[in-house]
């Protein structure tokens, strides 16, 4: 039986070189996106769909040792889009980071059916 391919993953955020996370939260960040990318569908509490972002929109919430992190993300077919990483400071997530991933989930959007057009 062979398996399928890993999903890539698409950063529209400029790629975060080095984040401010902890060696910790790293690591399940890594693990949470490689099991993404294996095609596992993540519920909560390590994902939470963002319906006011846009549909197959989530985050994924790393917990840090003094705050928490959020790495916005849509899965498509072909690939995960990476949309928006920022700390989370307050109980609900700030319109500007909701403006930027709904763009960029458009943009994402868009592209895929440019790219699947003859």
Known sequence: MRQQPDTPIVWLKREVKTPPFSRTARLEAG??????????????????????????????????????????????????????????????????VIEVCTKRSAAFLKAAAMRERP
Not at 32 to 39: H, I, K, T, V
Not at 62 to 84: C, M, N, T
């Open 31 to 96: 693990l949470l996106l490689r099991s993404l990318q294996q095609g596992d569908v993540l519920g909560l509490p390590p994902s939470r769909p963002m319906p006011a972002i846009g549909v197959h929109c989530h985050a994924l919430r790393i917990p840090d040792r003094e705050q928490s992190w959020r790495i916005v993300y849509h899965v498509a077919e072909d690939a995960i889009a990476i949309l928006e990483v920022f700390s989370k400071k307050t109980q609900s997530t700030p319109p500007r």
